[in-house]
Every structure is written in structure tokens, then in C-alpha cells.
Nanobody, 124 residues
């Protein structure tokens, strides 16, 4: 059983930056595909970014390409999401997720473990 704990959310002005962290425990982090998702009020949870087990390949939804960067440190069992040039439409609860069943997926239903989420609010 993998436990995921996100941190780093907060309130920031448009154009600002935040760095989210997700600490994993209770499983084999280095064997897990890791992803970040977000859910805005009244909307479905959506894919943001994913990173392969080795960290060699990353993927992003179009709306964050060039602004967000996902990375991982397998020695620290932690995955990060660096968010730059934030926009009000980035406001959401951000969730970290993990799966060992897939080597690559952006589908919410394919992730097995989820954190509790961290709120990101971007003011205009």
C-alpha cells in the first residue's frame, strides 16, 4: 500500500510560481509511474503531468506545457511539480497519484493510489 502526501500549495498572484511536492511511503516508489492531476470546483479531475519510473520521460496536458515541470527524486521517494507563469485558470486542488500497473498512462482510472490533495489558488 502506497501513501502519498502532497504539500506546497497556496495562494499566488497570476504570473507567480509554486512548487508542489509529493512524498511517498509504504511501497516501491521507484517502480511507480507518478502523475499530477487537478480538480477545479464543479469540474472533473483532469490529468496535468506524468513521469516514468526512471524520470526519463515526461508528459503534460497542453494547457501547462512550457509552464509546468514534473520531476522526481527516487532516493527521496518524492515527485515534484514546478509551476511557473501561473494563471487564474490553474486554480484547483492538485493531487499526486501513483500506479505500478502501467508504465505509461494519463487516465485517472489507471492510477491506484492518490494523495489527499493540496489547494492552489491563483488570483488575477
Amino acid at each position: 500500500q502506497v501513501q502519498l502526501v502532497e504539500s506546497g500549495g497556496g495562494l499566488v498572484q497570476a504570473g507567480g510560481s509554486l512548487r508542489l511536492s509529493c512524498a511517498a511511503s509504504g511501497g516501491t516508489f521507484s517502480s511507480s509511474l507518478m502523475g499530477w492531476f487537478r480538480q477545479a470546483p464543479g469540474k472533473e479531475r483532469e490529468f496535468v503531468a506524468t513521469i516514468t519510473r526512471s524520470g526519463g520521460t515526461t508528459g503534460y496536458t497542453d494547457s501547462v506545457k512550457g509552464r509546468f515541470t514534473i520531476s522526481r527524486d527516487n532516493a527521496k521517494n518524492t515527485v515534484y511539480l514546478q509551476m511557473n507563469s501561473l494563471k487564474p485558470e490553474d486554480t484547483a486542488v492538485y493531487y499526486c497519484a501513483a500506479t505500478v500497473r502501467r508504465s505509461w498512462t494519463v487516465q485517472t482510472q489507471n492510477y491506484d493510489y492518490w494523495g489527499q490533495g493540496t489547494q492552489v489558488t491563483v488570483s488575477s
